[in-house]
């Protein structure tokens, strides 16, 4: 081999080299993943996060969504835990209401501007790091 070609082979190589490094740490780091058209990052975990304030109505949620907890602590919510369990027909939404009106009479009641509270995690879904309260609704007709 030339010596021009054999510093080729050394660039090449060394390009290479970089970029598996640079690959480890998207790895090691929390990556993006593309999501109908949406980009949100992906915990060690497989899970989607971020925020919905840019989201379109065609763009699947992120599964841990960014929140602000009581406190002022910056997390994420689980999607799941945030809106609950919805009803699927007019008797749950009747059964859902009535369960929703008694906490609001409870929170009002004790003083409290929230109706319950769910965890606040870090980016990674597992370590919880303060609350997030679930407001009570201006109105409820």
């Known amino acids: 081999m030339t010596k021009i070609a054999n510093k080729n082979v050394k660039i090449i190589l060394l390009s290479l080299l970089c970029l598996v ?3 480890a740490m998207l790895i090691k780091l929390d990556v993006f993943a593309q ?8 915990n060690r975990n497989g899970q989607t996060f ?5 989201m379109d109505s065609n763009s699947k949620p992120p599964e841990l969504i960014a929140a602000t907890g009581i406190d002022g ?3 994420y919510v689980y999607l799941k835990d945030l809106y609950g369990e919805q009803p699927c027909n007019p008797e749950e939404a009747k059964d859902y209401m009535d369960r929703l009106n008694v906490l609001i009479e409870e929170a009002l009641k004790r003083g409290d501007n929230f109706l319950w509270y769910i965890p606040l995690y870090e980016s990674d879904g597992i ?8 407001s009570i609704p201006n109105s409820i007709d």
């Open 21 to 23: 490094l640079a690959v």
């Open 35 to 42: 999501d109908n058209g949406t980009k949100y990052s992906v």
């Open 50 to 54: 971020g925020t919905i304030a840019n």
């Open 73 to 75: 602590t910056i997390g």
């Open 127 to 134: 370590t919880v790091i303060g609350s997030y309260g679930i």
